[in-house]
């Protein structure tokens, strides 16, 4: 059975003219009155029947064109949908991304994601430092990534798109949560709540420079691999985690944010494979570009 002679039964049917269907069809009329009979004869049902003033559709015929009219809908559906995907239109976009960008920079993502790209979804992997994320995108198992340079795989472009201060999360009762502003010194004595060392963390790198600068290395007292998992510790009094400031999208019962006076400024940049020819992605770019999600970086951003 052939797609065109379920068009051409469609087209008759509607029409109940074998006339008109031809016209409609830009077709001569017996080679569709000749189709409509195979048509009938390989299915072993009469369709249609016909007298010289009419055609009307036969039982066998009505049930024939409800099936006809729902597997023509899901051809032209798929044909529609794949030429979507080919103009970068339509599809899935796998993207990673640091715990902190969770909070600001992906909401807003999404956001223009789903205003400027309605047919795109996003499956999101959350919780993911920079080193796995360069291992993400060259595995081919993401296909964005949202993370903190310095980047070091060969094979990956990326252009910042936030810069952000390290802020001091302290529990609420901390002898600092009224302050106005805090100097990195006066953590000298504090326990804290960092990332852990051998898991190339760029803000846990950051950290230790920070406290070194002030004179002192920061005492350790618990290692987590999540952001979430660093304000929980905060919040039950543990310590204290210095962190990027997007965290204060997403305020922590018991957690107190703190500005840092001579806190280090980050970047967070949105990085992809070079040799990736997505449409997909080519897409997203033009319209990250076109709504200014690129950032230029300023003077002294690590």
Partial sequence: MELRHLRYFAAVAETRHFGKAAEHLHMAQPPLSQAIRRLEKELGVELFTRTTRQVALTGAGEVFRTDVERILKAVDEAAARVGRFALGAEGVLRIGLTGAASYRQLPALARLVKREMPQVMLEVHTEMLTPAQEAGLIERRLDIGLLRPPV???????????????????????????????????????????????????????????????????????????????????????????????????????????????????????????????????????????????????????
């Fill in 152 to 302: 070091r795989q060969e094979g990956l472009a990326h252009r910042t798109i936030a810069t952000e201060p390290l802020v001091v999360a302290v529990p609420e009762q901390h002898w600092l949560a009224e302050a106005d502003v805090v100097r990195v010194e006066q953590l000298r004595h504090e326990d804290f709540i960092m990332y852990g060392a051998t898991l190339g963390s760029v803000v846990h790198d950051a950290v230790i420079r920070s406290c070194l600068a002030s004179g002192f290395y920061p005492h350790r007292a618990y290692e987590v691999t999540e952001t979430s998992a660093a304000l929980a510790l905060v919040a039950a009094g543990l310590g204290v985690a210095v962190l990027p400031d997007s965290i204060r999208a997403a305020p922590r019962e018991g957690v107190v944010c703190k500005d840092i006076e001579d806190a280090l400024i980050l970047r967070l940049d949105l990085a992809w494979r070079e040799d990736d020819a997505s449409p997909l992605l080519r897409n997203l770019l033009t319209v990250l570009e076109q709504n200014h999600m690129f950032i230029d970086v300023p003077e002294g951003a690590a």
